[in-house]
């Protein structure tokens, strides 16, 4: 469990850390706006899916 944990943890920083250099080069121009939003909407919409199925799994389990 402490593994899956850590992994988590890193899967939120290596996201954080591809916003913020999409966010650096969106301002430099050297990647479009478009690019960005893609990319932004990409991670953030995984995260919430992530985090809508871990709370249905967690309320079946709990049912149980």
């Known amino acids: ?3 899956l944990t850590s992994l988590i943890e890193v899967k ?6 591809v916003i913020t250099v999409f966010c650096i080069l969106s301002t430099k121009e050297v990647v479009s706006t478009e690019q960005f939003t893609t990319v932004a909407i990409m991670i953030v919409s995984f995260y919430f899916g992530q985090s809508t199925v871990k709370g249905t799994v967690k309320k079946v389990e709990e049912q149980e």
């Not at 939120?12 to 850390?17: Q, R, Y």
């Open 1 to 3: 469990v402490t593994k």
């Open 12 to 17: 939120k920083i290596i996201a954080l850390i």
